[in-house]
C-alpha cells in the first residue's frame, strides 16, 4: 500500500509513531498530484513544492518535540478554492477573483494549520460555489477520477475529486444546498455537512450566508469525524458560530445501530430516481435493519417546494453577498473604461460567468420592489414549514435516510445545457441547508458504469454523533464483506 492510499487518521498514525515523517507525506502527495493533475483537474492552485516541503520541516520538528500530537499532524490537505488564505490565491474559480490573495486564512483553516496539517493547493469549484457539476469554473473543469468523461459534482468537485484520486488524503468544502454531498457520492467519498453554525464561516467567501456551511471530505467516516472535530470551534468574528460542548464526535465511531429509528421518506423514492441509485440505497437499508436498526417508511412532505424555496434565498443572498466585486479594492478589474459607473459594469460582465450572472440577476429580481413579497417573503415562510416538517419527523426517528442524488454523475457536458435539469438534481440534499441540519454521505455501490452511488444519512440539528454513528456502522459491515 502506497503512502497516498492510507486514510488521513493512518497517515497520522504512522507520522506520530515514526514509521513516515510529514516530508514524506508532502512528497508522496506532491507526486501523486503531478502524476493525476493533467486528466482530472482537481486543482486550482498547486503551491511549490518547495514551499510544501518547508512547511512539512517545520511541522516535523514540533511533532518530534511532542507540540503536535494531534491524529492529522503531518497530513498533506487541500482547501476548497472559497476559503481565504493568508497569501496564497483564492480565487473562488471566477475571472474577478484571478489575482486575489487574501491577509488572513479562514478559521477552519486556521483550525487545520494549528493542528498541524500542511496544505498543498486550492481545489477547482463551480464558480462562487453556484453549480453542480465543477463545470462552471473559470479555470476549466474538474473530471471525475472513477471515469474522466462524467463530472465530479459540485460544487465542490475539486476537493472530492482529489480525494477520490489519492492525491490528498483529505480536502475541505463547502455545503450551500448539498455542495460537499452530492460530489461525494458522485467520486465514491465520504463527507459530512455540519448542522449549521458549527464550523465557522469566517473567511468563507459567502454565497448563501444562512445556508453555507464548510466540512470535510475524505475516505472515510473515521476521517471525516476526526477532522470535523477540529475544524468545529465557536468563533466570535462569525455571528452565526455557535458554542457546542458535544463536539467529540470520533466517540459515536461505533458500529452498532440496534434500536435506532430510522425514517424513509417515501418522497425521495419517487419519479425521477435512477433505478440502479433505488437499488444500492435500499440495499443498503437491508444491511441496517439486519444490523438492529427499526426502519419505517413515513411521508416528509413540502419536498417539492425545497428547490424553488432554495433558489429564491440562495439567489437573493447573492446577489447581496456578490455585491462586493466590483473590480475598486480588489481582484479583476475592465481594462478600458469610462467612469466609475461603466467600470463597474464592464469588471462585473466580463469577470462574472454565466451561472453566476443568471443567479445575480435573479436574486436581484426576487428582491425588487413588487416581487419581494411574492417571491423572496413566500420562499422564506416555506423554509420554515420544511424545518417543521423535519422537527416533526425527528420527533419519531433517529435518523433520515435517502439517496444522496437522484442518479450517478452526468457526462461531461449534459448539465449546462439545461441549468433547470442541474437544479434538480439537488431534491435530495437542498433541504438539510433549508433546515440547517447535520447530513453524511457514504459510498453504498456502484452503477453498471462502474459510477459510484452515495447514500445519505441525515440528523436532527446538532445530533452528528447519530449521523457519524449510523454510517460507521454502514461502512464496517461492506469493510468486512457482509453487504
Given at each position: 500500500?502506497?503512502?497516498?492510499?492510507?486514510?488521513?487518521?493512518?497517515?497520522?498514525?504512522?507520522?506520530k509513531?515514526?514509521?513516515?515523517?510529514?516530508?514524506?507525506?508532502?512528497?508522496?502527495?506532491c507526486?501523486?498530484?503531478?502524476?493525476?493533475?493533467?486528466?482530472?483537474?482537481?486543482?486550482v492552485?498547486?503551491?511549490?513544492?518547495?514551499?510544501?516541503?518547508?512547511?512539512?520541516?517545520?511541522?516535523?520538528?514540533?511533532?518530534?518535540?511532542?507540540?503536535?500530537?494531534?491524529?492529522?499532524?503531518?497530513?498533506?490537505?487541500?482547501?476548497?478554492?472559497?476559503?481565504?488564505?493568508?497569501?496564497?490565491?483564492?480565487?473562488?474559480?471566477?475571472?474577478?477573483?484571478?489575482?486575489?490573495?487574501?491577509?488572513?486564512?479562514a478559521?477552519?483553516?486556521?483550525?487545520?494549520?494549528?493542528?498541524?496539517?500542511?496544505?498543498?493547493?486550492?481545489t477547482?469549484?463551480?464558480?462562487?460555489?453556484?453549480?453542480?457539476?465543477?463545470?462552471?469554473?473559470?479555470?476549466?473543469?474538474?473530471?471525475?477520477?472513477?471515469?474522466?468523461?462524467?463530472?465530479?459534482?459540485?460544487?465542490?468537485?475539486?476537493?472530492?475529486?482529489?480525494?477520490?484520486?489519492?492525491?490528498?488524503?483529505?480536502?475541505?468544502?463547502?455545503?450551500?444546498?448539498?455542495?460537499?454531498?452530492?460530489?461525494?457520492?458522485?467520486?465514491?467519498?465520504?463527507?459530512?455537512?455540519?448542522?449549521?453554525?458549527?464550523?465557522?464561516?469566517?473567511?468563507?467567501?459567502?454565497?448563501?450566508?444562512?445556508?453555507?456551511?464548510?466540512?470535510?471530505v475524505?475516505?472515510?467516516?473515521?476521517?471525516?469525524?476526526?477532522?470535523?472535530?477540529?475544524?468545529?470551534?465557536?468563533?466570535?468574528?462569525?455571528s452565526?458560530?455557535?458554542?457546542?460542548?458535544?463536539?467529540?464526535?470520533?466517540?459515536?465511531?461505533?458500529?452498532?445501530?440496534?434500536?435506532m429509528?430510522?425514517?424513509?421518506?417515501?418522497?425521495?423514492?419517487?419519479?425521477?430516481?435512477?433505478?440502479?441509485?433505488?437499488?444500492?440505497?435500499?440495499?443498503?437499508?437491508?444491511?441496517?435493519?439486519?444490523?438492529?436498526?427499526?426502519?419505517?417508511?413515513?411521508?416528509?412532505?413540502?419536498v417539492?417546494?425545497?428547490?424553488?424555496?432554495?433558489?429564491?434565498?440562495?439567489?437573493?443572498?447573492?446577489?447581496?453577498?456578490?455585491?462586493?466585486?466590483?473590480?475598486?479594492?480588489?481582484?479583476?478589474?475592465?481594462?478600458?473604461?469610462?467612469?466609475?459607473?461603466?467600470?463597474?459594469?464592464?469588471?462585473?460582465s466580463?469577470?462574472?460567468?454565466?451561472?453566476?450572472?443568471?443567479?445575480?440577476?435573479?436574486?436581484s429580481?426576487?428582491?425588487?420592489?413588487?416581487?419581494?413579497?411574492?417571491?423572496?417573503?413566500?420562499?422564506?415562510?416555506?423554509?420554515?414549514?420544511?424545518?417543521?416538517?423535519?422537527?416533526?419527523?425527528?420527533?419519531?426517528?433517529?435518523?433520515?435516510?435517502?439517496?444522496?442524488?437522484?442518479?450517478?454523475?452526468?457526462?461531461?457536458?449534459?448539465?449546462?445545457?439545461?441549468?433547470?435539469?442541474?437544479?434538480?438534481?439537488?431534491?435530495?440534499?437542498?433541504?438539510?441547508?433549508?433546515?440547517?441540519?447535520?447530513?453524511?454521505?457514504?459510498?453504498?455501490?456502484?452503477?453498471?458504469?462502474?459510477?459510484?452511488?452515495?447514500?445519505?444519512?441525515?440528523?436532527?440539528?446538532?445530533?452528528?454523533?447519530?449521523?457519524?454513528?449510523?454510517?460507521?456502522?454502514?461502512?464496517?459491515?461492506?469493510?468486512?464483506?457482509?453487504?
Amino acid at each position: 500500500m502506497s503512502v497516498m492510499d492510507l486514510t488521513a487518521v493512518q497517515l497520522g498514525e504512522k507520522i506520530k509513531k515514526g514509521e513516515l515523517t510529514a516530508m514524506d507525506a508532502v512528497k508522496a502527495a506532491c507526486d501523486r498530484i503531478q502524476e493525476k493533475e493533467e486528466m482530472i483537474h482537481s486543482f486550482v492552485t498547486v503551491l511549490p513544492e518547495e514551499e510544501i516541503m518547508e512547511r512539512a520541516r517545520a511541522v516535523q520538528r514540533r511533532i518530534e518535540k511532542g507540540e503536535f500530537a494531534g491524529p492529522l499532524a503531518g497530513v498533506p490537505v487541500a482547501i476548497k478554492d472559497n476559503m481565504c488564505t493568508e497569501g496564497i490565491l483564492t480565487t473562488c474559480s471566477s475571472k474577478i477573483l484571478e489575482n486575489f490573495k487574501p491577509t488572513y486564512s479562514a478559521e477552519a483553516v486556521r483550525n487545520l494549520e494549528q493542528a498541524g496539517a500542511i496544505i498543498v493547493g486550492k481545489t477547482n469549484m463551480d464558480e462562487f460555489a453556484m453549480g453542480s457539476t465543477t463545470e462552471t469554473s473559470a479555470f476549466g473543469i474538474t473530471r471525475n477520477p472513477h471515469n474522466t468523461d462524467y463530472v465530479p459534482g459540485g460544487s465542490s468537485g475539486g476537493s472530492c475529486a482529489a480525494v477520490a484520486a489519492g492525491e490528498v488524503p483529505f480536502a475541505l468544502g463547502s455545503d450551500t444546498g448539498g455542495s460537499i454531498r452530492q460530489p461525494s457520492s458522485f467520486c465514491g467519498v465520504t463527507g459530512i455537512k455540519p448542522t449549521y453554525g458549527t464550523v465557522s464561516r469566517y473567511g468563507l467567501i459567502a454565497y448563501g450566508s444562512s445556508l453555507d456551511q464548510i466540512g470535510p471530505v475524505a475516505k472515510d467516516v473515521t476521517d471525516c469525524a476526526t477532522i470535523l472535530e477540529i475544524i468545529s470551534s465557536y468563533d466570535k468574528k462569525d455571528s452565526t458560530s455557535m458554542k457546542r460542548d458535544d463536539m467529540d464526535v470520533t466517540s459515536a465511531l461505533i458500529p452498532d445501530v440496534r434500536g435506532m429509528k430510522i425514517g424513509i421518506p417515501r418522497d425521495y423514492f419517487g419519479e425521477g430516481l435512477d433505478g440502479q441509485v433505488r437499488k444500492s440505497v435500499e440495499d443498503a437499508i437491508h444491511v441496517l435493519e439486519k444490523e438492529g436498526a427499526e426502519i419505517e417508511e413515513f411521508d416528509l412532505s413540502l419536498v417539492e417546494y425545497a428547490i424553488p424555496a432554495y433558489y429564491v434565498i440562495a439567489c437573493a443572498e447573492a446577489s447581496s453577498n456578490l455585491s462586493r466585486f466590483d473590480g475598486v479594492k480588489y481582484g479583476y478589474r475592465t481594462e478600458n473604461y469610462e467612469g466609475l459607473h461603466n467600470m463597474y459594469k464592464k469588471t462585473r460582465s466580463e469577470g462574472f460567468g454565466a451561472e453566476v450572472k443568471r443567479r445575480i440577476m435573479l436574486g436581484s429580481f426576487v428582491l425588487s420592489s413588487g416581487y419581494y413579497d411574492a417571491y423572496y417573503l413566500k420562499a422564506l415562510r416555506t423554509k420554515a414549514l420544511i424545518k417543521q416538517a423535519f422537527d416533526r419527523a425527528f420527533e419519531k426517528y433517529d435518523v433520515i435516510l435517502s439517496p444522496a442524488a437522484p442518479t450517478t454523475a452526468p457526462k461531461i457536458g449534459e448539465s449546462l445545457s439545461d441549468p433547470l435539469k442541474m437544479y434538480l438534481g439537488d431534491i435530495y440534499t437542498i433541504s438539510v441547508n433549508l433546515a440547517g441540519l447535520p447530513g453524511i454521505v457514504v459510498p453504498c455501490g456502484s452503477d453498471e458504469k462502474g459510477l459510484p452511488i452515495g447514500l445519505q444519512l441525515i440528523g436532527d440539528c446538532f445530533q452528528e454523533k447519530k449521523i457519524i454513528r449510523a454510517a460507521y456502522t454502514f461502512e464496517q459491515v461492506v469493510k468486512g464483506g457482509r453487504m
